[in-house]
């Protein structure tokens, strides 16, 4: 993995060398083994680089061998191999990244289209004087960019474009969207001039400023063909295994997280299989009797793998917030970014790459809410004047310790499905976000349109057309690569999500049980006990934890004077849900977890002369 920057200036003015140093060296944590830079009168590009293939060559800015066109690839090509056997190019490294340039170089967009694997990179094409950039299928590498009148800018991370912008001003809609998912939807950021490319996007940038898009791959609509339940084990197997052998490719050790869940358990235990042994595995947890690291440590065992259990405890994780803030270039959207930041760090010490089970429950329906999609649809129908205040009578009358049931009852508040679907991961209902607001609260960005497709395939495409790249994989490569650690995630090889869209929804969801055919594979190597055990997820006892010193400080935060929370939102409303939570009167934790991630995260962008690396 690696980090990438470029400028092109449209004005005739030369990009600054010392600038674009600049900018290459804010992301030295995601390419700590080499720095480099290029520039080239109004062009200019950067590369800071994590060696995993071709580590003694390879290294970049990269030229073709006709000195036409350079690229900065941050990623990796899996396949590269095969795929640079089918070209005539007389290759001089034996990396990816120059098949990359060569698949580019001979066809395009149907060369990248070859790729499998996780990427984003940009070229310059020195006859054509165009620049392109490509981001991978599914986003698990981020890819952002500054277009203005006088110049375009991209870059792996956000915070490489803040010194272009002047001044840091917050994008509303963006903020409006956090505030509803706990994630900003591609193009959108929160941060006002900087947007993000679409998954499987390509972007052209011409000498003079016009800026085209074109799309080369999109989340595949379900189209569920006939099969047995036999066939569909057999070939989400075979899937696996393809896409797990391929995720081992690098000349550098390569180890797995591992919670004790069924999917990354199947993960680690295939890709053990595969790699012959020897394998390193990471689990997390906060020092809990019900965390999940002990199932980890048995699988450990069946496995054989060189297991390391890392516990993170309060002090630590309240001072790794600002620091994991400014690597995320977004507030902390869920507690467990800091345990996979925790995991990644330990496993630095032994390996660069890192395989994880991310994406099984947006193919699969793995999550508890899509046993309720069709129900949740019929009453999205209801009148909102008639389903609004039916949602929030029955959510203040819910018991604190009914958690699911108060999503529920947010999620009914969304307006049409699309929004209603997205609001399962909302921290505020419409109507908490009205009074936090008031009545100048910022418009939500259009929702994507819904396929014809019955409401658990619409949940699900939903799901991985958005949540999944916009705070799943964001959080994966933020906090991994914070520890210059790659992530890699075996269940989002697009053949895999392919073969999902054409799986029966009986195969994904079988009465009360999720991720069906994903089970069934485990089952072949792991036990009932693994396999059938209830989901749980990272248990961070964040309500115990603001009712103590965390709360404490999270008081002071939002409730100083000149802070975000006090500029942006309604005072009243902010202590009440401090008073109510602290008081045990209510649960406040994931909505409390926001407004403090938001003040952080402000504070971070607003004073970025402070280090944070």
Same mark, same amino acid.
């Given at each position: 993995?690696c980090?990438?920057?470029?400028?092109v200036r449209?004005?005739? *003015?030369?990009?600054d060398?010392?600038?674009l140093?600049?900018?290459?060296?804010?992301?030295?944590?995601?390419?700590?083994?080499?720095?480099?830079?290029?520039?080239?009168g109004?062009?200019?590009?950067?590369?800071?680089?994590?060696?995993?293939?071709? =580590?003694?060559g $390879?290294a970049?800015p990269l030229?073709?061998a006709?000195?036409?066109?350079v690229i900065?690839?941050?990623?990796?090509?899996?396949?590269?191999?095969?795929?640079?056997?089918?070209?005539?190019?007389p290759?001089?490294?034996?990396?990816?990244?120059?098949v990359?340039?060569?698949?580019?170089?001979?066809?395009?967009?149907?060369?990248?289209? !070859?790729?499998?694997?996780?990427?984003?990179?940009?070229?310059?094409d020195? +006859?054509?004087?165009?620049?392109?950039?490509?981001?991978?299928?599914?986003?698990?590498?981020?890819?952002?960019?500054?277009?203005?009148?006088?110049?375009?800018?991209?870059?792996?991370e956000?915070?490489?474009?803040?010194?272009l912008?002047?001044?840091v001003?917050v994008?509303?809609?963006?903020l409006?969207?956090?505030?509803?998912?706990r994630?900003v939807p *591609?193009?959108?950021?929160?941060?006002?001039?900087?947007?993000?490319?679409?998954?499987?996007?390509?972007l052209? =940038?011409?000498?003079?400023?016009r800026?085209?898009?074109? !799309?080369? @791959? $999109?989340? #595949?609509?379900?189209?569920?063909?006939?099969m047995?339940? &036999?066939?569909?084990v057999a070939l989400?197997?075979a899937a696996l295994?393809?896409?797990?052998g391929?995720?081992?490719?690098?000349?550098?050790?390569?180890?797995?997280?591992l919670s004790?869940?069924? %999917?990354?358990?199947?993960?680690?235990?295939l890709?053990?299989r595969?790699a012959?042994?020897?394998?390193?595995?990471?689990? *997390?947890?906060?020092?809990?009797?019900?965390?999940?690291?002990s199932?980890a440590?048995?699988? &450990?065992g069946?496995?054989?793998?060189d297991?390391t259990?890392?516990?993170?405890?309060?002090k630590?994780f309240?001072?790794?917030?600002?620091?994991?803030? @400014?690597h995320?270039?977004?507030?902390?959207s869920?507690?467990?970014?800091?345990?996979?930041?925790?995991?990644?760090?330990t496993?630095?010490?032994d390996?660069?790459?890192?395989?994880?089970g991310?994406?099984?429950?947006?193919?699969?329906?793995?999550?508890?809410?899509?046993r309720?999609?069709?129900?949740? %649809?019929?009453?999205?129908?209801?009148p909102?004047?008639?389903r609004?205040?039916?949602?929030?009578?029955a959510?203040? @009358?819910l018991?604190?310790?009914?958690h699911?049931?108060?999503v529920?009852?947010?999620?009914l508040?969304?307006?049409?499905r &699309?929004?209603?679907y997205?609001?399962w991961?909302? #921290?505020?209902?419409?109507?908490?976000?009205?009074?936090?607001?008031g009545?100048?609260? #910022?418009s939500?960005?259009?929702s994507?349109?819904?396929?014809?497709?019955p409401?658990?395939?619409?949940?699900?495409y939903?799901?991985?057309?958005?949540?999944l790249?916009?705070?799943?994989?964001?959080? /994966?490569?933020?906090?991994c690569?914070? &520890?210059?650690?790659?992530?890699? #995630?075996?269940?989002?090889?697009?053949? =895999?999500?392919?073969? *999902?869209?054409?799986l029966?929804?009986?195969?994904?969801?079988?009465?009360?049980? /999720?991720?069906?055919?994903?089970?069934?594979v485990?089952?072949?190597v792991?036990?009932d +006990?693994i396999?059938?055990?209830?989901? $749980?997820?990272?248990k961070?006892?964040?309500?115990?934890?603001?009712r103590?010193?965390?709360g404490a400080?999270?008081?002071? +935060?939002?409730?100083?004077?000149?802070?975000?929370?006090?500029?942006?939102?309604?005072?009243?409303?902010?202590?009440?849900?401090?008073?109510?939570?602290r008081s045990g009167?209510r649960?406040?934790d994931?909505?409390l977890w926001?407004?403090?991630?938001?003040?952080?995260w402000h504070?971070v962008?607003?004073?970025?002369?402070?280090?944070?690396?």
């Amino acid at each position: 993995m690696c980090g990438v920057v470029g400028v092109v200036r449209f004005d005739g *003015a030369p990009v600054d060398p010392e600038a674009l140093a600049a900018m290459t060296q804010t992301l030295r944590h995601r390419g700590p083994d080499d720095l480099r830079t290029w520039t080239d009168g109004s062009v200019g590009l950067g590369h800071t680089r994590l060696s995993i293939i071709d =580590v003694a060559g $390879s290294a970049q800015p990269l030229w073709s061998a006709d000195r036409s066109q350079v690229i900065v690839f941050n990623g990796e090509a899996f396949n590269y191999r095969e795929v640079r056997a089918a070209y005539d190019y007389p290759f001089r490294t034996q990396g990816d990244t120059e098949v990359v340039l060569a698949a580019h170089l001979r066809e395009g967009e149907r060369g990248i289209a !070859r790729l499998r694997g996780q990427f984003a990179f940009g070229v310059w094409d020195t +006859r054509a004087r165009e620049l392109h950039l490509y981001r991978d299928r599914l986003g698990v590498l981020p890819l952002y960019y500054v277009h203005t009148p006088a110049f375009f800018a991209f870059a792996s991370e956000l915070k490489a474009l803040l010194p272009l912008l002047g001044s840091v001003r917050v994008d509303q809609q963006g903020l409006a969207a956090y505030l509803a998912q706990r994630a900003v939807p *591609a193009p959108l950021t929160l941060v006002e001039g900087v947007r993000k490319v679409l998954p499987g996007h390509h972007l052209t =940038v011409t000498a003079n400023g016009r800026l085209t898009a074109s !799309r080369y @791959w $999109s989340v #595949p609509v379900p189209e569920p063909r006939p099969m047995t339940d &036999a066939e569909a084990v057999a070939l989400t197997r075979a899937a696996l295994d393809a896409s797990i052998g391929e995720s081992l490719v690098a000349d550098v050790p390569v180890g797995s997280l591992l919670s004790g869940g069924v %999917d990354s358990s199947l993960i680690a235990t295939l890709a053990s299989r595969a790699a012959g042994g020897g394998l390193r595995t990471y689990a *997390a947890g906060f020092g809990q009797p019900d965390d999940e690291t002990s199932h980890a440590e048995f699988v &450990a065992g069946l496995i054989g793998s060189d297991h390391t259990t890392v516990v993170v405890r309060p002090k630590e994780f309240s001072d790794l917030i600002p620091k994991l803030t @400014w690597h995320r270039d977004a507030p902390l959207s869920e507690p467990a970014d800091v345990a996979v930041h925790r995991l990644a760090a330990t496993a630095r010490h032994d390996v660069k790459v890192l395989l994880s089970g991310e994406g099984s429950d947006e193919l699969f329906a793995g999550y508890p809410k899509y046993r309720l999609a069709t129900a949740f %649809d019929l009453a999205l129908r209801l009148p909102a004047g008639l389903r609004t205040p039916l949602a929030g009578t029955a959510r203040r @009358w819910l018991p604190e310790r009914a958690h699911r049931a108060g999503v529920l009852t947010r999620a009914l508040e969304a307006d049409g499905r &699309a929004d209603g679907y997205a609001a399962w991961f909302s #921290p505020f209902s419409r109507t908490e976000r009205g009074a936090l607001t008031g009545a100048d609260a #910022p418009s939500m960005p259009p929702s994507p349109p819904l396929p014809d497709v019955p409401p658990l395939e619409q949940m699900l495409y939903l799901d991985q057309h958005s949540w999944l790249s916009d705070n799943l994989l964001e959080r /994966g490569d933020r906090m991994c690569l914070a &520890a210059s650690v790659e992530l890699r #995630p075996p269940f989002l090889d697009h053949r =895999v999500v392919e073969l *999902a869209a054409q799986l029966p929804a009986r195969v994904k969801l079988r009465g009360r049980t /999720g991720k069906w055919v994903v089970k069934q594979v485990a089952s072949e190597v792991l036990p009932d +006990r693994i396999v059938h055990r209830p989901k $749980s997820g990272f248990k961070v006892p964040l309500d115990r934890w603001f009712r103590g010193d965390f709360g404490a400080e999270a008081h002071d +935060r939002l409730t100083a004077p000149g802070s975000f929370a006090r500029e942006m939102f309604d005072a009243a409303a902010v202590a009440r849900l401090l008073g109510e939570h602290r008081s045990g009167r209510r649960n406040h934790d994931i909505r409390l977890w926001t407004l403090l991630g938001l003040e952080i995260w402000h504070d971070v962008v607003a004073t970025p002369s402070v280090s944070r690396s």
